[in-house]
């Protein structure tokens, strides 16, 4: 009977292990993993605020920058110097003939080279050929002519049209001044009439071409241009989305634009080209994902409304050919895989059309698992952003593998920690059974008043149906021992109720540090909880050198056990970083309203790197089964709800001082 009833408590103390390891992991991963959301929801949040911000500054700066004087002024003079240039230079045929073939030559030759091949489609080399005299001109002045870098070409050498050269050295370099403060790709002054592109800072061969009838008459830039000349409100600006911009060499380019007005009367359009550039600086953190808490695989990015992403990918930055690998085995098209290649850049490329995306497209915002653009499942964080005339939205996601790593790494060592507990309560069974009839009683006794005691206790925590028995069967352990003559059995007993001990502290650290309940606040005596620590480690301490240096100081409201708690730990890893001759110091003070608890050690130390982990869960310094890792946790914990504070400063080799603040009891 006695050993059956030994079997049912074995069997009970493993139900409560297995009980308290999914009771706690269950509860760890779903913080861990609200944990992980909420990380996500706030880089998208800061993201979605930067970026909005952004564009609004831009549409201040161009309201602002079309109703400035200087630029109404700007605009009428090169209006009128632009169609006067013909007449003002009036070249010979002869003339007009070298420049239309050193036009030719150029666009051929040079401009032509620098178009992203991959994004080329078959063109007409005649189509771009300014066919306006006063284009060609002015091309052939400040495009042709000038014997400055591509990237110069805002640095004219004026060899003809005086007027314009005038018009020009009155105005440019302020406009340059402004495009260059404010990061803009480009800047141009547009005829609202005839749509042409009177001025330009940098000259690309959209300038002085017609925006109604010329080349470029069916791109964005003229999109946005004809919204801008029809508006009869000066405050009007639209905004288009990037796109491939033929002039600027195929890359995806931006533009907003505003009407210019002189008093009541509109006199042309004001256009800014934006580079994607400044958007990229924005959601990919300059490179910098881990930092900011992204890790190995996360990212930020935006998504238009044609499902194409519009800033780089984090993938295709840190490793091309595994992105591009990755996103062929997704289905990508070999025509978009080799344009991705070409131009280094995923911007209008890459589909990023996601359960996120769809419903963020949607007006939706929220936060979801699923497979991303490269098929790989992910933690996702999404919401519309609010941008006017463009449609986005904006994600921020992590790969699920590496958000679970800390969830998976909880739950082995939870298993490991059942695992062992119910090996040790097996080991401590085998004993009962074995060595002594008494100890089978007792353990029948201890058995019936736990199975007793957890009906009534049960609502309050698992963490007596392991605990409670554990600590019964160790000090039975430790009569047996005052028992029996035999010193290798003592030995082996007394190990046995090593184990049982530290099976006991795992099961109760491992439930509170998921305990989330208020603690008690009465009037505490911060000495006499130290004095009261101190004696718990009496034996241990004798052994160092201990030296207490309590100053009278005013008492806390606080719970006083779990305060005893926080020293009990910090003490036991003083004793277990120093060796036999090593010294503990202890001091109490108070300065203003906080009462200051010092606890010195010139053990081990810690290293420089695990100085940052030392407060998270699970994280510990010592030898492998030394430790669970979460009595520091708990400390912080305990101290944070007592609304102190708590450091920790360690020199490798040389020490650690840990040091409390409490608040002052008023």
Known sequence: ??????????????????????????????????????????????????????????????????????????????????????????????????????????????????????????????????????????????????????????????????????????????????QSKFDYYDIFIVDHETGHIVYSVFKEVDFGTSLLTGPYKGTNLAKTFLAAGEALNKNFVKLTDFAPYFPSYNRPASFIASPVFDEHKKVGVVIFQMPISRINNIMTYKGDWSSVGLGKSGESYIVADDYTIRNQSRFLIEDKDVYLNTIKRTGVSQEIINMIKSTNSSVGLQLAKTKGTISALKGETGIDIFPDYRGIEVLSSYKPLNIGDVKWAIVSEIDKSEAYESIDSLRNQILLWVAILILLIGTAGTVFIVFSRRLIQQQQYIIETDRLASIGRISAGVAHEINTPLTCVYLTIQEIQSSIKDNELLKEIGEAGKNIEKAATIARELLQFSWKGEVEHIPVDING???????????????????????????????????????????????????????????????????????????????????????????????????????????????????????IKSTSGKGTTVTVMLPVMH
């Not at 944990?35 to 609004?56: G, P, V």
């Not at 056990?561 to 503990?584: C, F, M, P, T």
């Not at 010592?622 to 305990?638: N, P, R, V, W």
């Open 529 to 647: 909880i130290i004095k009261s620590a101190y004696t718990l480690f009496t034996h241990a301490l004798k052994e160092r050198d201990v030296s207490l240096q309590l100053s009278d100081i005013p008492f806390i409201m606080g719970d006083p056990l779990k305060l005893e708690e926080v020293v009990v730990n910090i003490l036991q890893n003083s004793l277990d970083s120093v060796s036999r001759a090593g010294v503990i110091k202890i001091v109490t003070s108070c300065k203003e309203e906080w009462c200051k608890i010092e606890i010195t050690d010139n053990g081990k130390g810690i290293a420089k790197t695990d100085l940052p982990k030392v407060f998270d869960p699970f994280f510990t310094t010592k030898e492998y089964g030394q430790g669970t890792g979460l009595g520091l946790s708990i400390c912080y914990g305990i101290i944070k709800q007592h609304n102190g504070l708590i450091d």
């Open 1 to 178: 009977m006695g050993t059956k009833i030994v079997v049912l408590a074995l069997l009970s103390g493993i139900a409560a292990v297995v009980t308290i390891g999914y009771l706690s992991y269950a509860t760890a991963k779903a913080s861990l993993l609200e944990e992980q959301y909420n990380k996500l929801t706030a880089l998208r949040e800061t993201k979605a605020s930067q970026i909005e911000d952004y564009f609004h500054q831009i549409r201040d700066q161009i309201e602002t920058f079309s109703d400035n004087l200087m630029i109404v002024d700007a605009t009428k003079a090169f209006k009128e110097s632009f169609h006067k240039t013909a007449e003002e230079s009036n070249p010979a045929e002869s003339n007009i003939k070298k420049i239309e073939i050193d036009l030719k030559h150029y666009y051929e030759n040079i401009f032509f080279n620098k178009v992203d091949q991959s994004l080329k489609k078959e063109t007409c080399l005649s189509c771009y050929i300014p066919k306006e005299l006063n284009t060609k001109i002015l091309q052939s002045i400040y495009i042709v002519s000038n014997p400055d870098k591509m990237k110069d070409k805002h640095k004219p050498k004026i060899v003809n049209a005086d007027d314009y050269k005038r018009i020009h050295e009155k105005y440019h370099q302020k406009i340059k001044e402004y």
